[in-house]
């Protein structure tokens, strides 16, 4: 049932792809850089409600501009099938004797793969405005959580683009779906800081689990605690990876 | 055995219909013809056989697999050349290539082999390594078709094979498609709305307008169905002798004049020509000039639809455009 040629041969194009349009990465580390640099270094002076324990701002914002790479390029990963299918490729794709899981499990590994290593070129980033790593074995902790949040935004793009059918579509989901799920998680600031019903609605967002954890791994501060995070991630990531799958398949590609 | 069979095969687009109960097989190693103008239902036809369309209702099997229930099995057993470009202009023509060949599980040395020689087929060898956003439309095209051919399928779709190419490459194409189906046995199924392509190429032509096959049989007979060629014999003087001569003449469908003129319909007029001259010569009638003219599958279409294929696209044009305002949203683009 999977094909792993396919796979292989799917992922292989992303990678030529994504290391091709070099202009393309330079201009996505631009957003993250800006973010740190300003937001961490104009607020660098300001306590902030809820961050407790001596972690200044800068350190407290890296791992949710993290997050935010994260979720820009594994959505956007997703949402490639529409791409694909704008410009006919798509047709290519679905026409070869191969199982439509395989095309499936080949887009993840292509997305998850170019939105680790835009995690990590944010992470090496953070360096230059003083952010700092512990050591190996949080860095370990902090890539498995890179993987659990990739993979879920990959499988909701995957879901979008098989529901939705042409470009117009692409912006809606990147003003009303995107960004709330980034504003809602918890990447700039406490979420206690919320009113309690927009607090609420945090809880549906899967990134919100996902920042807690990189912040739990990387500076120590979390609300749960890096087990409940990665529990929680871990469970969204098979149910988003099932649910894309599933509407992928269910979908059309004329 | 037959590699095509179609029910009464029905796609709907809400509540048009593009392609409508249509029936039709096709054994293996056959040439068949899709000739219609655009819109008439052809692409949806092909994508609906090569499982990217689920059909409406009806039944379709390719290579004996059903197109629902067996999409892997057809899959494996067909190519396929789009109408409309499917290629990844990110990558160079040879890395579209390659991708193709790996995703059909060829292996290394087989997809270097094959590769090098679609590409020498369609001349873009020297274009190999360059991006596809590079090329020109005629050698996306190329690209395409070699694409298509790499895998050896058992069935090969050609959705509008030569469309947008130049006189000479046509050619070049129109060979190997011929070539490909008598020595290789591949069974092809193409669409076009080029007469003379169907003509060249087919087997048996299907005529398809608004999602239905007017009529489907062989070039040569469809042709002749309209009642044959005509001849036309320009006499000096009259030639009203000859006029009785001809009456007698049972192979004779229609006989016209028209001053010095005759124009006689019949079938295979090429093998009556000395006849007829004969006839002439015996009747003591000098004949200026002889004219055969073989009906063309213009004429075929023009007879089972009522209008010229150019016409149909027109009207089919504005057809398309309505439905396509009224399904439109509120507000427009």
């Known amino acids: ?254 | 055995m037959d590699d095509i069979r179609v029910e009464q095969l029905t796609r709907k687009f809400d509540d048009f219909t593009a392609v409508d109960r249509i029936s039709f097989a096709v054994p293996a190693g056959e040439l068949f013809g899709l000739l219609g103008p655009n819109g008439a239902g052809k692409t949806t036809t092909i994508n609906m056989l090569s499982t990217l369309l689920r059909p409406t209702s009806g039944l379709a099997e390719v290579a004996g697999f059903d197109v629902i229930r067996n999409r892997d099995q057809v899959r494996r057993n067909i190519g396929i050349v789009f109408q409309e470009p499917a290629l990844d202009s990110q990558l160079t023509g040879r890395e579209n290539l390659d991708f193709h060949a790996m995703m059909y599980g060829m292996g290394r040395e087989e997809r270097r082999r094959k590769i090098d020689e679609v590409l020498d087929l369609v001349e873009l060898t020297e274009k190999a390594r360059v991006q596809v956003r590079n090329y020109s439309g005629g050698m996306k095209r190329r690209l395409e078709i070699a694409r298509g051919l790499i895998h050896h399928p058992r069935i090969l779709f050609l959705d509008e094979p030569t469309l947008g190419l130049d006189t000479q490459t046509r050619r070049h194409i129109w060979d190997y498609i011929k070539k490909l189906n008598r020595e290789r046995g591949v069974t092809i199924i193409l669409t076009t709305h080029y007469m003379e392509e169907a003509d060249f190429l087919c087997g048996r032509v299907a005529i398809m307008d608004h999602g239905t096959f007017a009529a489907l049989d062989v070039p040569e007979k469809l042709k002749d169905g309209l009642g044959g060629d005509v001849i036309s014999l320009e006499l000096e003087g009259n030639g009203e002798a000859l006029e009785t001569e001809f009456l007698a003449l049972d192979w004779i469908r229609k006989i016209k004049v028209h001053d010095n003129v005759f124009s006689l319909t019949m079938e295979k007029g090429e093998r009556r020509i000395p006849e007829l001259i004969g006839l002439a010569q015996k009747a003591g009638v000098a004949v200026n000039c002889v004219e055969l003219r073989k009906p063309s599958l213009e004429d075929v279409f023009l007879y089972f639809t009522g209008k010229t294929i150019r016409e149909a696209e027109a009207s089919q044009a504005d057809r398309n455009r309505a439905v396509m305002m009224a399904h439109r949203p509120r507000g427009g683009r």
């Open chain 1, 1 to 254: 049932m999977i094909d792993l040629t396919a796979v292989y041969v799917l992922w292989l194009r992303e990678m030529k792809r994504y290391f091709r349009a070099k202009s393309r990465i330079l201009g996505s580390l631009a957003i993250p850089f800006f973010f740190m640099a300003f937001l961490g270094l104009g607020f660098s002076r300001m306590a902030v409600p809820g961050v407790t324990g001596g972690v200044n701002y800068i350190r407290y914002l890296v791992p949710g501009i993290i997050g935010m790479s994260l979720l820009f390029q594994s959505i956007f990963a997703g949402l490639s099938v529409l791409w694909d299918r704008e410009f006919g490729f798509l047709k290519e794709i679905m026409v070869a004797p191969v199982s439509r899981v395989s095309i499936v499990l080949g887009r993840i590994a292509g997305g998850m793969t170019t939105a680790l290593v835009q995690g990590l070129l944010v992470m090496a980033v953070s360096l230059l405005v003083g952010f700092r790593i512990k050591g190996v074995p949080e860095l370990l902790i902090a890539l498995l959580f890179m993987i659990l949040i990739s993979t879920s935004f990959i499988g909701l793009g995957l879901v979008f683009a098989s529901k939705i059918k042409d470009m117009q579509g692409y912006s809606v989901i990147m003003n009303f779906v995107v960004f709330p799920l980034f504003f809602l998680s918890g990447a700039l600031y406490p979420l206690d800081n919320l009113p309690a019903w927009l607090r609420a609605l945090s809880y549906f967002d899967p990134l919100t689990y996902g920042v807690d954890g990189l912040r739990g791994a990387l500076i120590g501060v979390s609300v749960r605690g890096v087990a409940i995070d990665l529990l929680i991630m871990g469970a969204i990531s098979v149910l988003m990876v099932f649910l894309g799958a599933w509407t992928f398949e269910q979908s059309e590609s004329a």
